[in-house]
């Protein structure tokens, strides 16, 4: 079975920078696409960019300026850095896989982590 | 893309057929799914491209819809089902609607 485990620090001050893990068991992260997204309080949620299987990344261009997904294919992980954070960056962090019917991708999300909770606060 | 869902809160009870609203901003090609999240545990899919339901998810789950208007019905409400769902669409990037959390009445 695919699972998908978000780890990483729950407090980060503002200016510094976030970084996550997503440890993936059952399937490998050299096939399919894995992203992160996020959700806000107000239970906005946002997808934030992705990683191929090749090690290609698209980013959401809000965050271009910011954001950083890599991965290391020995440990079966992907990571998440986000730059020069704000009390805006507040949300639960959530690492996903697109949806895949054994034959094609497709751009919804087929398994989800549990998702780890990320409060920016000095 | 604006994904509006309606409405935020639902009660409804054990049996009874619930609808959820999807609505988005602009014609999205059908390419919307739809997922369940219960409490402390990750998002499940539940369905995708409209009315397809992924595998695993009880039949009592549908989707209909086209252009803007899309939604999900639960057939006969089961206690299982009492979660937050909501929809996402993949025609212009990724957004996602805020949710309807639904409860027994």
Redesign the interface.
């Known amino acids: 079975e695919v699972q998908l485990q978000e780890s990483g620090p729950g407090l980060v001050k503002p200016s510094q920078s976030l970084s996550l893990t997503c440890s993936v068991t059952g399937y490998s992260i050299t096939s399919n696409y894995w992203g992160w997204i996020r959700k806000f309080p107000g239970n906005e949620m946002e997808y934030m960019g992705y990683i191929t299987y090749t090690g290609s990344t698209t980013y959401n261009p809000s965050l271009k300026s910011r954001i950083s997904i890599t991965r290391d294919t020995s440990k079966n992980q992907f990571f998440l850095q986000l730059n020069s954070v704000t009390t805006e960056d507040t949300a639960t962090y959530y690492c996903v896989r697109r949806g895949y019917d054994g034959t094609y991708y497709y751009r919804y999300f087929d398994y989800w982590g549990q998702g780890v909770m990320v409060t920016v606060s000095s | 893309i604006q994904m509006t869902q309606s409405p935020s809160l639902l009660s409804a009870s054990v049996g009874d057929r619930v609808t959820l609203s999807c609505k988005a901003g602009q014609n999205i090609n059908n ?1 919307l ?1 739809w ?1 369940q999240q219960k409490l ?6 539940l369905i ?2 409209v009315n397809s339901l ?1 595998t695993g998810i009880p039949s009592r789950f549908s989707g209909s819809g086209s252009g803007t208007d899309y939604t999900l019905t639960i057939s006969s409400l089961q206690p299982e089902d009492v979660a937050t769902y ?1 929809c ?1 669409q ?1 025609n212009s ?4 609607g ?2 309807t959390k639904l409860e027994l009445k």
Do not use: D, S, V
């Not at chain 2, 990037?93 to 996602?96: D, E, G, R, S, V």
């Open positions: 390419y799914a997922y402390g545990e990750a998002p499940k899919l995708y491209n992924q909501f996402q993949y990037w990724y957004t996602f805020a949710g």
